[in-house]
């Protein structure tokens, strides 16, 4: 499998301003997505970060919004960009490992509370 | 459309066996995961089926039946630590994103 970090783990945010999550694979990954997942909810991708291109958005999500980079194959970042009290979520990195089959891993996750 | 239903909740006791189903309809068909949730955690991979059968590991095994867009869950010898939540996704292509299920809450009791 592959090992997957994020930071921050969690943060408390105000209204209005924003947070920039970390996600550093120990091997290069075909794919990187980020996932939401809001309490008691299933998980919800919001985006596919694509090396150096911008990244491909669900219906729902824009990029104004939820900026992601992916420099290289092994990092991304996403930004929550003028936060509102409903950004209050989980938000997860995922990569999709060709070399296992196509077997799909989570990162841990970041807790989001925007106040 | 992508369409995937599991059951909400489930109750089994410690050292019994449970069965989670999984039945989905998606347009194209590239694997279908389970995955293991404990609350407040980030979903742990469990398994990955792409062709029709059962796959064994461990304690837990998967079955596939892509004719019946069907797959289950089988979790043996059931520990509390097994109290968690499962996720059914599949995948519709090769470059396509998972599309979950809502989750199965288990409940292992004593």
């Known amino acids: 499998s592959a090992v997957i970090s994020q930071k921050p783990s969690r943060d408390i945010c105000q209204r209005g301003t924003s947070l920039t999550i970390q996600c550093q694979v120990d091997?290069?990954?075909?794919?990187m997505f980020w996932y939401r997942q809001q309490p008691g909810q299933s998980l919800t991708l919001i985006a596919t970060?694509?090396?150096?291109?911008?990244?491909?958005?669900e219906s729902g999500f824009v990029i104004d919004k939820f900026p992601i980079s992916r420099p290289n194959l092994t990092f991304s970042t996403l930004t929550v960009s003028n936060m509102s009290p409903e950004d209050s979520s989980i938000y997860l990195c995922s990569v999709l490992v060709v070399a296992r089959r196509g077997e799909q891993y989570f990162g841990p996750g970041t807790r989001l509370t925007v106040t | 459309g992508q369409n995937i239903d599991q059951p909400t909740e489930m109750t089994a006791t410690e050292g019994a066996i449970v069965q989670i189903n999984c039945t989905y309809q998606t347009s194209g068909f590239n694997g279908l995961f389970w995955y293991q949730q404990h609350a407040g955690e980030a979903p742990t991979f469990l398994s990955y089926n792409v062709l029709d059968g059962l796959e064994e590991k461990g304690r837990f095994s998967s079955f596939l039946s892509r004719s019946k867009g069907y797959s289950y869950l089988l979790l043996k010898e059931l520990q509390m630590k097994d109290s968690a939540s499962y996720l059914c996704?599949?995948?519709?292509?090769?470059?396509?994103?998972?599309?979950f299920g809502t989750g199965t809450r288990l409940q292992v009791t004593l």
């Open positions: 970060a694509n090396q150096g291109s911008e990244a491909t958005y």
């Open positions: 996704a599949v995948r519709a292509s090769t470059a396509s994103k998972l599309t």
């Open positions: 091997s290069q990954v075909t794919m």
